[in-house]
């Protein structure tokens, strides 16, 4: 059993030094090196192993129903020989894992492939007969590698790797929709466009080319592929808007369009941060749903065969899933990058707080390490680890991890909403005294910038400046910005260089009543960055993310989740 934080630390230290010249960043000769700060490693999280899963009560139930069952529902991960699907999961540190669905022993899933995160994962069933599963692993930089012959413990061959899958904010498989007994593959653009790809069989060229097959799919924050559920033999869909309601989408069959006109399942379904594929979990030939509640307790809903679902029952110990960061099969658009804050006190000693997906903060951990004088700033992942970067602003030097770049003098703020130009790579933003933000594009790799794009003058009007993560829903990193009235402004991420944000939406007035607006990234698990902010006295709130079209409606109704944070007076 691995203990619940893991001190997996990363330095900051005076390595290569580099210059910044006519906004681009340059090697430099050999000169004397600047005198680098103090040094600080960061926690993180580690997971401990998931409980079993209690599906008990849903195959009991089952039984008398079996006689009138059809054709056994082909599972899309089934690595522990049961003809059920497993769970498969990527957790809060990083790791992947499963949870068998049988009496088997689950733990770590390991894959060999790119070192960037596994984003996401996407169950593709037995795609060429070997009685083994297939796994689409979709990574950080925008990779999808096709893994084979997946078992217990993983996958061991990359039969495929393609390129560009960053332009879609969404991947998934609602199963068989042509007929030919391989599951497909469906993906949304950040545009709401959908598109069709047609499995082939050939794991070394595993999808036709892609076709268009469908627009105004943005309008919902989570897609389910979930299998045959109206019994046709087809391929289904759940979609989610994010008010709640689900809707049923079944299955044409034809790839330019797959699916029917929606039907209204029911609302109330955002009381979930993911929902996901569990294909027929009772036996009796209907695609099921497992759904995720904030707590962390996982829940089943049994299909009726008719696009619709029973009651739901509880299938795990309450918060026993809270460390999934995201699950195979979820509906949820994938995040990683940061889902932590720092905080500093007036005598400079630095904390680290970190998520735990149902909204609340791990207890504080030391840095021990003086950083007062510095102008810091915690940056959404810079390399491929997916985890938040320290940034510290120190005589003109900029030190990021163990790599070190002069000439960001002019600078009075630094800090790293996440990807800003759609490469899946961190990215920096730059305001100088002048207030004008500069976009300074990371290499991925955390150790150099490209030159600086001009992003725009007036800048220097916002007291706040954060950002980390997507908060409108569409899968782009936003940023958020206090002026001097207490105005709330969002900028939403476009994924272009040279024009990385859309017009400012206002969010609300009266958020100057904080002393402290700070974003952690995703703090309830839904793959949505959320803010916190604190009060004079010392309270901490909570705003949740909605993925509403509404600005003004970006955030639900705070929520206290803690005291005693006058201490800190600075966050990041």
Avoid at 52 to 65: H, Q
Avoid at 394 to 414: F, I, K, P, R
Wanted: glycine share 16%.
């Amino acid at each position: 059993m691995r203990t619940a934080f893991s001190l997996r630390g990363r330095r900051i230290a005076a390595c290569t030094a580099l210059a910044l010249s006519a906004g681009m960043l340059l090697a430099s000769p050999a000169v004397a090196q600047p005198t680098p700060p103090p040094t600080a490693e960061q926690p993180r999280h580690a997971a401990t192993p998931l409980p079993d899963l209690d599906l008990s009560p849903l195959r009991a139930g089952a039984t008398a129903r079996t006689a009138e069952a059809g054709d056994p529902l082909a599972s899309r991960f089934d690595v522990d020989g049961d003809g059920f699907t497993d769970v498969l999961y990527r957790d809060w540190g990083g790791e992947l894992g499963v949870v068998p669905s049988g009496d088997g022993q689950g733990g770590p899933w390991y894959h060999y492939g790119a070192s960037e995160v596994p984003m996401d994962l996407v169950p593709l069933g037995d795609q060429n007969g070997n009685g083994q599963p297939e796994v689409l692993v979709l990574t950080k930089y925008g990779k999808a590698e096709l893994h084979g012959e997946a078992t217990l413990s993983g996958a061991y061959s990359n039969s495929w790797t393609g390129g560009g899958w960053n332009v879609y904010n969404k991947v998934f498989s609602p199963g068989d929709v042509d007929g030919d007994g391989r599951f497909d593959l469906l993906a949304r653009k950040h545009n709401g466009d959908l598109y069709f790809y047609r499995a082939t069989g050939n794991l070394s060229a595993p999808f036709s080319a892609p076709v268009k097959a469908g627009v105004g799919w943005g309008a919902f924050d989570q897609l389910v592929g979930i299998g045959d559920s109206d019994g046709d033999g087809r391929g289904d869909a759940v979609a989610r808007t994010p008010d709640g309601n689900l809707y049923f989408y079944g299955s044409t069959g034809v790839k330019t369009s797959p699916f029917k006109p929606k039907k209204l399942i029911g609302g109330g379904w955002n009381t979930f941060n993911q929902l996901l594929s569990a294909d027929d979990v009772n036996g009796d030939g209907h695609a099921d749903l497992f759904t995720r509640t904030v707590d962390g307790t996982l829940w089943a809903y049994q299909g009726r065969g008719n696009g619709t679902f029973s009651t739901r029952t509880r299938v795990s110990a309450s918060g026993g899933y809270l460390s999934v960061d995201q699950f195979a099969g979820s509906g949820a658009i994938a995040f990683a990058g940061k889902n932590a804050l720092m905080a500093r006190t007036s005598g400079g000693s630095m904390y680290w707080y970190g998520a735990t997906n149902n909204g609340k903060l791990t207890p504080r951990q030391s840095l021990d390490a003086d950083l007062s004088g510095l102008t810091l700033g915690y940056a959404a992942s810079l390399d491929t680890d997916g985890f938040a970067d320290l940034v510290v602003l120190y005589d003109g030097t900029l030190y990021v991890e163990d790599w070190q770049g002069g000439g960001w003098g002019s600078y009075n703020h630094v800090f790293g909403p996440g990807d800003l130009n759609g490469d899946g790579k961190g990215d920096l933003l730059a305001r100088d005294r002048s207030g004008v933000l500069y976009l300074m594009r990371g290499n991925g790799e955390g150790t150099g910038f490209a030159s600086r794009i001009r992003v725009g003058s007036g800048w220097g009007a916002y007291n706040r400046l954060i950002g980390a993560g997507d908060v409108s829903g569409d899968g782009r990193a936003d940023v958020l910005a206090r002026d001097g009235s207490g105005t709330l402004w969002l900028y939403k991420g476009t994924g272009v260089s040279t024009r990385p944000f859309a017009t400012r939406q206002k969010v609300g007035g009266g958020w100057n009543t904080y002393r402290q607006i700070v974003a952690p990234g995703d703090v309830d698990g839904d793959g949505r960055a959320d803010l916190l902010a604190t009060t004079p006295g010392g309270t901490l709130y909570r705003y949740h993310s909605t993925a509403a079209t509404n600005p003004a409606a970006t955030f639900a109704k705070r929520a206290e989740i803690g005291a005693g944070w006058q201490v800190y007076p600075n966050l990041y």
